[in-house]
């Protein structure tokens, strides 16, 4: 029983960090929160702006005396000014939080991107090795390295491409490029094995 409860906390935690860590999700939930917050913040200004103004030509019909426009007036500037610092502090919130998930999506690449590049340094390495061991090999054997060489060096320049591609692959669309460049490793490194055992 203990051991089903231990198990159960551990999956729910390793699926609640998998889940936190979607940079560019949390990227494109924070940018449109700020738009929300600014959305809001000018929708509540235009309102209120509507119902001083209704309130205004309703007084100025009733013959409202000047000190009655004049508490009116500065009613509504207070009104104003206590909107404004409360949508402004929504709307700095939601910046916060974007700068944070941008931040956040910064380091996520230069993490994945060294990642990439050290993985391609060490299939290099290895390609390279093949490479200067085939110089040994028997006619047949080299003609099939060769072979192999021409699939790998295709599969090098596609590797190459898309690292060029994910370093500026739109924040929304990272995530996909990062997938893509890691499928396309994984075709390097099936060339890199073939050039290490010709046949």
């Known amino acids: ?13 390793a699926l609640a960090v998998g889940c936190s860590h979607k940079p560019a999700r949390d990227v494109r939930e924070a940018e449109t929160e700020l738009t929300s917050a600014r959305q809001d ?4 200004r235009s309102q209120l702006e509507a119902r001083q103004s209704q309130e ?9 005396s000047p000190a009655e426009l004049e508490d009116m007036n500065a009613r509504h500037q207070r009104e104003i ?3 404004e610092a409360s949508s402004q502090s929504n709307v700095s919130a939601a910046a916060q939080e974007n700068a944070e998930a941008h931040q956040k999506m910064a380091r996520e690449r230069a993490e994945t991107r060294s990642k990439l ?3 391609l340094a060490q299939l290099d390495g290895k390609a390279n090795d093949a490479h200067a061991r085939s110089a040994a090999y028997d006619p047949a054997k080299k003609s099939a390295f060769d072979k192999a060489w021409l699939r790998y ?9 898309a690292l060029r591609a994910l370093s500026t692959a739109p924040d929304a669309e990272w995530s996909t ?4 460049t890691g499928q396309q490793l994984d075709e390097l490194e099936k060339a890199v094995d073939a050039l290490r ?3």
């Open 177 to 180: 490029w990062r997938d893509r």
């Open 81 to 83: 000014a206590e909107l």
């Open 197 to 199: 055992s010709p046949e």
């Open 56 to 64: 205004r030509y309703e007084a100025t019909r009733r013959g409202a």
């Open 1 to 13: 029983m203990k051991r089903r409860t231990l198990l159960a906390v551990l999956c729910s935690t």
């Open 117 to 119: 590049e050290t993985r």
């Open 153 to 161: 060096t295709a599969e090098h320049r596609d590797v190459e491409g």
């Open 41 to 44: 913040r000018a929708a509540a």
